[in-house]
């Protein structure tokens, strides 16, 4: 439609004398501030352009790396027994995979140990056995009448062969109870009480039972005993478990230790599994804590130290040790001072870990939650243990779940993408979570044998760097590969630059391949130069290079 010009002049005028008078009659408002030129989108762009320098020293050696696992509790049983193979490979890639997609971004996280539950027998007792989630029980390769059925716990061998098959590098047994035939009750799940569940004169039996299904199945390293401190059982049994004391646990690996190396087994025993890492190094319920003393102090009468077959390392859980920060922090530095007031050569493993209660009120088991926010937080963990307790070795807890809880890094619902238990027994869907792939940047790329060496971001202290950007270095010496993993917790990108600390450090091209782990990304690959290295806010970032 055409407009009236003088409708629109008049229009104009008014609106003018409008403003001016209004000036005449109030205080002129101040202008707006111009926009922050740093800020764009959110992003601090200032920031973006400022490089923070991260120290490296190649020459200043750490711990060895060992292995990172995961644990195929009780899910297995059911799943591996799933028909759709196509879906049980899919999720044994995204565990135990090394192979790479056409771009360049990994298939899985290579998990190098794969921790398999020996179970004790609750699965056969049903109901009977006092544990009412049946997912939660677990068959025995011990039958009633005293010998061995190897067909048992089918879908845990093939997971077990799976993991194999795809060159997981070690297999690591480990019961959480007697045979239910062995238990002073008959049952899985101890009475309560903190001491073994063990009918008297059973422990060379006991032996017998671990030594032979380790060497039947091959297993690297074999636990005996699982979180000893907590007095599983009773009235409110949920699963298979029994306390135990040092003392019961030095007898036993006493009469193991022979027994496997009777046999001609390689199988190594790795003592601990303790619920919480501070009770390695304190004490806890008489007889049931400051486990390295116990155990590898010569002056000891529970000294295991000179028994064949005992690897010479202590286990620990994660849970209820990593918050706030200054607690994730001492008590791993707590831990390692004691070791090395005890014996510097002592290894260290971290066996379990995940989310697991309510956290400092941040993250919390229930309901499940695979967002980046706790795929962070799990990489956080890994990075404390790993550069404050040196720990060699570090498993996550269940590898694949179909409960409504955040302790997986694998999940399934049922077919009809619901998370119904029972309806998952013979299907399902099997999805991802960034707890699977923010673990992957470490375990995918620091490979068994590579050796942690210091890093650090200048200006940033320990007690910053928890909260805000962390980073750890690993080095393979033979092959001259260097990966670098840094962790951001924060909402804004940020730049680095490499610096060697007493001498320079020269990448090959001078270029990393980069693996990026964020709420939109799985280990996602590019290319980054070595002097201009480039942090996404909120995500897990791993370089790998090679040096001269």
């Known amino acids: 439609m055409k407009q009236n010009n003088f409708f629109m002049v008049s229009i104009v005028l008014q609106i003018a004398f409008s403003l001016v008078m209004t000036g005449c009659n109030k205080k002129e408002a101040p202008l707006p501030p111009p926009p922050d030129p740093c800020f764009y989108n959110g992003v601090d762009t200032c920031l973006l352009n400022i490089k923070t320098k991260i120290s490296i020293n190649l020459n200043d050696e750490k711990q060895t790396i060992y292995s990172f696992g995961a644990s195929d509790c009780w899910t297995t049983k059911f799943i591996g027994n799933w028909g759709d193979v196509t879906k049980k490979n899919k999720l ?130 074999v636990s005996p005993f699982n979180e000893p401190q907590w007095n599983w059982g009773g009235a409110n049994a949920s699963q298979e478990g029994s306390a135990a004391t040092n003392t019961e646990m030095a007898t036993l690996t006493k009469l193991l230790g022979p027994k496997l190396q009777t046999a001609g087994a390689s199988t190594k025993i790795v003592l601990g599994e303790a619920a919480q890492l501070n009770f390695i190094t304190a004490g806890y319920g008489g007889d049931r804590g400051d486990q390295i003393y116990n155990w590898f102090n010569t002056a000891s009468a529970n000294y295991i130290g000179n028994i064949p077959n005992v690897e010479k390392s202590i286990s620990g859980h994660s849970y209820f040790t990593t918050c706030p920060d200054n607690n994730l922090i001492t008590t791993r530095t707590a831990l390692l001072n004691k070791r090395n007031a005890t014996d510097p050569s002592l290894g260290l493993w971290q066996t379990e870990f995940g989310i697991l209660g309510d956290i400092c009120g941040q993250y919390n088991g229930y309901p499940k939650n695979t967002s980046i926010d706790y795929g962070l937080y799990v990489a956080k963990v890994i990075h404390h243990d790993l550069a404050f307790a040196n720990m060699n070795s570090w498993s996550w807890w269940l590898a694949v779940s179909p409960s409504d809880y955040s302790d997986a890094l694998v999940y399934v619902t049922d077919p009809t993408g619901s998370i119904n238990l029972n309806n998952s027994k013979n299907d399902g869907i ?85 693996y990026t782990t964020s709420g939109s990304k799985s280990l996602a690959r590019s290319v980054s130069s070595a002097d201009n290295i480039n942090i996404e806010p909120k995500s897990v970032t791993t370089f790998v290079g090679t040096y001269f």
């Open 92 to 221: 044994a890639d995204y565990l135990f995979s090394t192979d790479t997609s056409i771009d360049g971004s990994p298939k899985g996280i290579g998990l190098s140990l794969w921790r398999f539950n020996i179970g004790a027998g609750s699965y056969e007792q049903g109901s009977a056995s006092g544990i009412s989630d049946e997912w939660r029980r677990e068959e025995c390769f011990l039958t009633s009448n005293g010998t061995y059925d190897w067909s048992k716990q089918q879908g845990a061998q093939w997971f077990l062969n799976a993991a194999r098959a795809r060159n997981v590098k070690y297999i690591h047994g480990f019961a959480v109870s007697a045979p239910v035939s062995m238990t002073l009750d008959g049952m899985a799940h101890g009475g309560g009480g903190s001491s073994f569940n063990l009918q008297a004169g059973k422990m060379p039996d006991y032996a017998t039972f671990l030594s032979t299904v380790s060497s039947h199945f091959k297993f690297d390293y």
């Open 430 to 514: 099997v999805s991802d979570s960034k707890q699977l792939w923010c673990m992957g940047n470490f375990s995918r790329f620091v490979r068994p044998g590579m050796k942690r060496v210091s890093a650090s971001i200048n200006g940033i202290d320990d007690a910053t760097a928890a909260s805000s950007f962390m980073i750890s270095t690993y080095k393979d010496a033979v092959a001259k590969k260097m990966v670098i993993v840094v962790i951001n917790m924060g909402n804004s990108a940020k730049k680095f630059t490499l610096d060697g600390l007493g001498s320079s450090i020269n990448i090959t091209g001078n270029k990393l391949d980069s």
